[in-house]
């Protein structure tokens, strides 16, 4: 497999110092395959940020799907952590969060799984009425990682973080207006319009405040204490549940296509 990224799979338009990377795998919903991802994380590593002053992170218009989430067939087949430091996903969730220049999702269709991580690693969300946001581990088995929790517990409040998690029930969009998930739910025919105006205000503003502030923000939000033994205990949790027979069968029953029947092993 070769090492460049294939950059179709995402496409980078820049205009009024606004860069707009677009998800562009539409056979394949925009699941977060390692193709994609390295195309995302090349396009966001690639923008000269004297140019660039904010970014939009679409998927190509029309599509029902804004992302169908991790590609699950790219998921370890057990005895390995399905969400490591390394994994693709994860590497792209730190280049949105790192990057020194906002990052705004502008939504329209529906967000899964670890999309939703990657849409609440933007700095903002601009949503119509045709988005819905689900985070779907139970679905699989899956034991999600704690840096991604933490990426939740910034966000939003413990409740709703469990009956998304618990159920992997989708939030449309009004409810996610009313729980502030997303910044503002716009009409699908303004969308466009609306976040390209967001983004252009900000390229106004002076970028070097604007990067301290959201690194700021990012170090402070993040920062959890943890002790040692406890880290290791959640991670020798996470362990059993990754190298269960469940998380076989999760994975199993999407790929054939069938519902998931889960024994609690
Ligand atoms: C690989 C896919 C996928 C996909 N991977 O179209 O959150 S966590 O912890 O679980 C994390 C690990 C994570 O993100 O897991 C993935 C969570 N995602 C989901 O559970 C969504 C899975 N996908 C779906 O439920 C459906 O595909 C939706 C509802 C998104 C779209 O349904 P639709 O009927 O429009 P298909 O299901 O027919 O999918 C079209 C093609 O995309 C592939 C799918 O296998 C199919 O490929 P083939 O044409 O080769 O059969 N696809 C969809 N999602 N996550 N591949």
Known sequence: MSDMPQ?????????????????NNAAKRNAL????????IAGLKGLDLRDVRAVILRAAPGLSVWSAGHDIKELPRGHEDPLG??????????AIRELPVPVIAMVHGTVW???FDLVLSCDMIVADETASFAITPVNLGLPYNTTGLLHFIGRLPMNLIKEMFFTATPLKAEAAERWHVVNH????????????ALAEGMTTKAPMAVAVIKEQLRVLADYQ????????????MRRQVYESADFQEGINAFLEKRKAVFQGI
């Open 7 to 23: 950059l179709d799979l995402v496409t980078v338009e820049i205009a009024n110092r606004v860069a707009t990377l677009t998800l």
């Open 33 to 40: 395959s390692r193709a994609l991802l390295d195309a995302l």
């Open 85 to 94: 430091y390394s994994d693709p996903l994860e590497r792209a969730l730190r």
């Open 113 to 115: 799984g670890g999309a």
């Open 185 to 196: 739910l716009v009409p699908s025919a303004e969308l466009e319009s609306f976040t390209r």
């Open 225 to 236: 204490p943890i002790a040692a033994q406890v880290f290791e205990r959640i991670q020798d």
